[in-house]
């Protein structure tokens, strides 16, 4: 129990950015880098990894995972994805015996 509450209290101290990827971005570890430079502890002044919500609750912020979503591509565009809940009647049940 002590792990998982652990896991859970480091979830809710992270802050999460989802990006779409584009070859020309920089890479997750720059963009970490920089937030825990500018942000989370920059040099000579108190660290401003505090933020607040709508509530005024204040919200200690520790991590930044970054998560990339691709665009969608040709595989995606083309093929039919949702056969399950397709309307047509199965192959099946037109094979006439």
């Given at each position: 129990?002590?792990?998982?509450?652990?896991?859970?209290?480091?979830?809710?101290?992270?802050?999460?950015?989802?990006?779409p990827?584009?070859l020309?971005?920089?890479?997750?570890?720059?963009?970490?880098?920089?937030?825990?430079?500018?942000v989370?502890?920059?040099?000579?002044?108190?660290?401003?990894?505090?933020?607040?919500?709508?509530?005024?609750?204040?919200?200690?912020?520790?991590?930044?995972?970054?998560?990339?979503?691709?665009?969608?591509?040709?595989?995606?565009?083309?093929?039919?994805?949702?056969?399950?809940?397709?309307?047509?009647?199965?192959?099946?049940?037109?094979?006439?015996?």
């Open positions: 129990m002590a792990i998982k509450e652990a896991k859970k209290e480091a979830t809710e101290r992270s802050m999460y950015l989802h990006v990827f584009y020309n971005n920089p890479s997750s570890s720059t963009t970490q880098n920089l937030w825990r430079k500018h989370a502890a920059p040099a000579g002044e108190l660290p401003l990894n505090i933020m607040s919500n709508n509530l005024g609750d204040v919200i200690p912020v520790d991590q930044l995972p970054i998560t990339f979503h691709r665009a969608p591509n040709l595989g995606n565009l083309l093929s039919y994805r949702k056969i399950a809940h397709r309307t047509r009647s199965n192959v099946s049940s037109s094979i006439e015996d």
